[in-house]
């Protein structure tokens, strides 16, 4: 009975630490095509009767608010209005909130359109979508994951819970990339995939995420060498005020982050990450190795004048996992076996410029640096069959500027440029692969020094009030293989009215062969270049100023994609998801074509009230031909996906979030149960590549959030449930090469996540 007591006493005086404590919101209000700051703008803070203008310097600011969540109104007239919510003010801190707000054509400019919560995908308004750092922090089943949390949208194939990969209208990992604040990060994953954006643990820290715009096709030409996506992260500035230091403890580790200004001209923000289950489990628990990696990033920002900016960016990961011969016996791994580890970074100076009312130009610098060490035996022979010391740098230069030439008529243009000097050292051994052919060592040990660059140009043009057309052109040329390309693009959206639109987006889409795989051999150099069609209608429609649908049928035709003449039922960009590598191969031609075509449908509510959600459903084929011309199902094929998402908050100190995935059982290629039993390794048989399918999957993961507010600090607690009722979702069969049988890997079973976050 005392402790039911306290617990209540307890209760009553955080609450009431929470009535008294105050915070405060601060920012700057620009506009989206000049970053001119707009002076005037009128902003209220729903629900309540405050409201504020910008000054002369586009600045506002609101002091002492009550802690809590709120959603605030920017409007201006000629302009587009913008809704942010999710805006939290904590106890004793300034929350910084920068606005951006795109001007109306001329026609519209006494005007105010209610399309505000959606402002940021209404720039971009095919195959994009748009999350802010509070939707990705508390989305269930992501762990503050970037990637997990598109795990909702209908444009992405499920595979296996243990990965967050990116697999987009039938594009592999390899075919996707990521841009922080203007500067290109590959992988943002601890245990990188070479030559691809897969991995099994996300590094970025969300706490410094503005928002994300993740593109699912027809993305502009600003940005090339990649075939399916492009993801755009903002991270936000730190505290410009005062020192404000954070502790988190959840699945990702135990980690910390600082942040505060630089005298009165900039700001920083930096924080580490440690894994801490080697501290809290032994190998039985964790499948027979304890994954040990860190991390850190930051960001400093100089403001040297009204019309000049510079942010420096940094992030690093380093990871370990070993995995002895004993213990992959003992847990049933018993294909391979070994160690990987690595260290990640990426440094990187941007440099904004302001054209007085004219524009801006973005000019980035940066140097990415990745380190394998990679070490692999087959159980069953204890024979090396992958090593891997390799080391690939790359310094890239990247410029992009954006002209205003009148009301109607914008145009931005650019360049690209990187030059890679890498050392190349691995070795694969003699083995035997799922034709039953035996395959031969392959030893690399070269250096190899390239440049790669490209231009581009859009033009975007608004033809009349209601419609707008977007077109540019890209030219790409890579000096390793000699290959040109020309990639043109074009746009065109009809506003129907201020709250439906009708857009179609057509294009070319190209991406080189990995180094990895070009370095296999000088012929290779002499493939054509990967390229992808993408064309795709889509229909949006606000249902209500807070709910909006978007429906999107897509064809994306790819051509010249490399094939092996020795395993001609092998699609190889699917084969690093495959195999968690790129394997070794002797002859290449580049006569591989793929196709995927579906429509998608989505329905996304923001949060206005206290309930915010999104339900999505998407059909898809996709399907790859062989070297011998035959048609299969590529690996990703799921056919269809719904994904069920939402969340209530019922008031400033409680959420209660849930997400339901279900989706088509993936395609695979059953064994030759003879062949294999003869061979004690598994063989596929060759009549039914691909034609085969799991058993559909679905997941239920919940999270609960509960704020506790206290004078000059916070704390937030949650729990997090993953695959909630213990579905048995298989991930793949395998071939047990120690028991000789064919055996099962299942996904996640049932995982309960417990996270703490205090800023003080």
């Known amino acids: 009975m005392k402790k039911i007591v306290a617990l209540i006493l307890l209760l009553f005086i955080n609450n009431l630490v929470a009535m008294q404590a105050k915070g405060s919101l601060k920012g700057t209000v620009i506009d989206l095509e000049t970053k001119q700051s707009l002076i005037g703008v009128n902003i209220i803070i729903q629900n309540t009767s405050i409201g504020e203008t910008t ?55 006494d005007v105010v359109v209610s399309s505000g919560y959606f402002s940021e995908t209404k720039i971009k308004p095919i195959s994009a979508v748009n999350f802010s750092s509070e939707e990705i922090r508390r989305a269930p089943g992501s762990a503050g994951d970037v990637s997990r949390i598109m795990y909702g949208l209908p444009s992405l ?41 897969d991995g099994p643990i996300g590094i970025l820290n969300v706490d410094f995420i503005d928002d994300v715009t993740f593109y699912t096709g027809g993305f502009s030409p600003a940005y090339g060498d990649r075939l399916s996506s492009i993801m755009e992260i903002d991270y936000r500035e730190g505290n410009a005020d005062a020192f404000s230091p954070q502790l988190n403890l959840n699945m990702g580790g135990l980690g ?31 499948g027979g190795a304890i994954p040990r990696y860190q991390d850190a990033q930051g960001k400093a920002t100089f403001n040297i004048d009204e019309n000049n900016k510079l942010t420096f960016l940094e992030i690093f990961s380093r990871d370990e996992i070993n995995l002895d011969y004993e213990d992959a016996l003992e847990t049933d791994l018993t294909v391979v076996y070994g160690s990987t580890n690595g260290v990640m970074n990426v440094s990187g100076l941007n440099w904004q410029h302001l054209w007085g009312k004219g524009g801006y130009s973005n000019t980035s610098l940066s140097h990415t640096f990745f380190d394998y060490d990679r070490d692999y035996y087959e159980t069953k022979s204890q024979k090396q069959i992958f090593y891997n010391q390799s080391k690939e740098q790359a310094f890239t230069l990247r410029n992009v500027n954006y002209f205003k030439l009148n009301k109607c008529n914008n145009i931005e243009f650019g360049f690209e440029g990187k030059y890679y000097f890498t050392n190349f050292t691995y070795k694969y051994g003699e083995r035997q692969d799922h034709y039953g052919n035996i395959m031969p060592g392959l030893v690399v040990g070269k250096d190899f020094n390239s440049l790669k660059a490209g231009l581009f140009a859009i033009h975007h043009l608004q033809l009349t009030d209601k419609l707008r057309l977007d077109y540019g052109l890209r030219a790409d040329v890579f000096e390793a293989t000699d290959n040109f390309t020309i990639s043109p693009r074009v746009t065109l959206t009809y506003d129907f009215t201020p709250t439906t639109s009708l857009t179609f987006s057509s294009g070319v889409f190209r991406q080189e062969i990995p180094n990895h795989i070009l370095t296999q051999n000088d012929s290779f150099a002499e493939l054509n270049t990967p390229m992808s069609t993408h064309n795709i209608l889509g229909l949006s429609h606000l249902l209500t100023e807070t709910t909006r649908l978007t429906v999107e049928g897509y064809y994306k035709y790819y051509r010249y994609f490399p094939v092996d003449p020795s395993q001609p039922s092998v699609f190889i960009f699917d084969e690093a998801t495959m195999e968690g590598i790129f394997l070794q191969h002797n002859d290449l031609t580049d006569d591989g074509e793929a196709y995927a075509a579906g429509i998608e449908v989505m329905v996304q509510k923001k949060l206005a009230e206290d309930f915010y959600g999104m339900i999505s459903g998407s059909y898809s084929r996709t399907r790859y031909k062989d070297y011998n011309g035959d048609w299969h ?12 998402e939402g969340g209530y908050l019922p008031n400033d100190e409680w959420e209660f979030k849930v997400r339901w995935v279900y989706a088509g059982g993936a395609p695979y290629t059953p064994f030759d149960v003879e062949a294999s039993t003869e061979s004690s390794r598994g063989i596929w048989d060759l009549c039914k590549i691909n034609s085969m399918r799991l058993p559909d999957y679905h997941s239920l993961n919940i999270r609960i959030d509960k704020r506790f507010y206290f004078t000059n600090s916070n704390l937030i607690v949650y729990l997090s449930v993953w695959n909630a009722y213990g579905r048995d979702n298989i991930a793949q069969y395998v071939w047990d090469e120690v028991k000789n049988k064919q055996s099962e890997q299942k996904q996640w079973s049932t995982l309960p996540v417990i996270g703490i976050e205090y800023e003080f």
């Open 55 to 109: 000054n002369l310097n586009g600045e506002y600011s609101f002091l002492n608010l009550e802690v809590g969540t709120y959603t605030l109104e920017f409007s201006y007239i000629g302009y587009d209005k913008v809704t942010k919510t999710d805006v939290i003010i904590r106890p004793g801190k300034s929350t910084y909130l920068n606005i951006e707000m795109k001007p109306l054509p001329v026609e519209m400019k």
């Open 157 to 197: 194939a499920k595979v296996n819970d243990s990965r967050n990969s990116l697999i987009v209208r039938g594009g592999s990992p390899i075919e996707n990339t990521f841009f922080i604040d203007n500067i290109e990060v590959p992988n943002i994953n601890h245990y990188p995939v070479e030559g691809s954006s």
């Open 256 to 286: 910390g982050a600082l942040e505060g200004p630089i005298s009165d001209f900039g700001n920083y923000m930096f924080s580490v990450n440690l894994s801490y289950l080697d501290l809290i489990a032994d190998k039985a628990e964790t």
């Open 633 to 644: 199902n590529r690996i990703y094929d799921n056919r269809f996906n719904f994904n069920l």
